[in-house]
T-cell receptor, first 115, second 114 residues
Framework: EAGVAQSPRYKIIEKRQSVAFWCNPI?????LYWYQQILGQGPKLLIQ????????DSQLPKDRFSAERLKGVDSTLKIQPAKLEDSAVYLC?????????????FGSGTQLSVL | AQKVTQAQTEISVVEKEDVTLDCVYE???????LFWYKQPPSGELVFLIR??????QNEISGRYSWNFQKSTSSFNFTITASQVVDSAVYFC???????????FGTGTKLQVIP
């Protein structure tokens, strides 16, 4: 079974530039998550999708971050414009139904450096 | 409000020693789930164990065991006979509510020295 796929693996940009990350969850998983993990901290949820609808985006900085999952499968997270404090690893995860007792499956993440 | 605390920032043990990782989850919810995830140097978080709030029976699975005490809100995870491959950051991740809103602790970095 293929795992959660993310690309790119690394990205270096200058502040005020734009960047996009892509995630393809495990086939059949209805729920998709984007997390931000700053060095030395635990992952913080940015947005959660159930199929192509948003369940929770309360911690997404909507003035610069956007995410979509148009067909309920893969997803794109965009930052425009980037700030220095956006330097982090962006993790994508998925689960079958998104119920409380389910485990999450994570991708390898995209490491973003904003200079 | 819910709060998850992993007070241990870093732990170093010598190979074959036992090590216990602590997690305290404070919540007013009566039903919740507690997960532990492992993040090795490669970066990919991997699920380890899951417990629910209405089952305080301690369990053992291979070298892993966990102790859940609802009265103290503690959910501790023990690795027996640690190995170098156990070196990683371990996150406690409670889940409350009907849908899957996962809150991660700050993590405990475990270093197993050969």
């Amino acid at each position: 079974e293929a795992g959660v796929a993310q690309s790119p693996r690394y990205k270096i940009i200058e502040k005020r530039q734009s960047v996009a990350f892509w995630c393809n969850p495990i086939s059949g998983h209805a729920t998709l998550y984007w997390y931000q993990q700053i060095l030395g901290q635990g992952p913080k949820l940015l947005i959660q999708f159930q199929n192509n609808g948003v369940v929770d985006d309360s911690q997404l900085p909507k003035d610069r971050f956007s995410a979509e999952r148009l067909k309920g499968v893969d997803s794109t997270l965009k930052i425009q414009p980037a700030k220095l404090e956006d330097s982090a690893v962006y993790l994508c995860a998925s689960s079958v139904e998104g119920v409380a007792n389910e485990k999450l499956f994570f991708g390898s993440g995209t490491q973003l450096s904003v200079l | 409000a819910q709060k998850v605390t992993q007070a241990q920032t870093e732990i170093s043990v010598v190979e074959k020693e036992d090590v216990t990782l602590d997690c305290v989850y404070e919540t007013r919810d009566t039903t919740y789930y507690l997960f532990w995830y492992k993040q090795p140097p490669s970066g990919e978080l991997v699920f380890l164990i899951r417990r629910n709030s209405f089952d305080e029976q301690n369990e053992i699975s291979g070298r892993y065991s966990w102790n859940f005490q609802k009265s103290t809100s503690s959910f501790n995870f023990t690795i027996t006979a640690s190995q170098v491959v156990d070196s990683a950051v371990y996150f406690c991740a409670p889940v409350s509510g009907g849908y899957q809103k996962v809150t991660f602790g700050t993590g405990t970095k475990l270093q197993v020295i050969p």
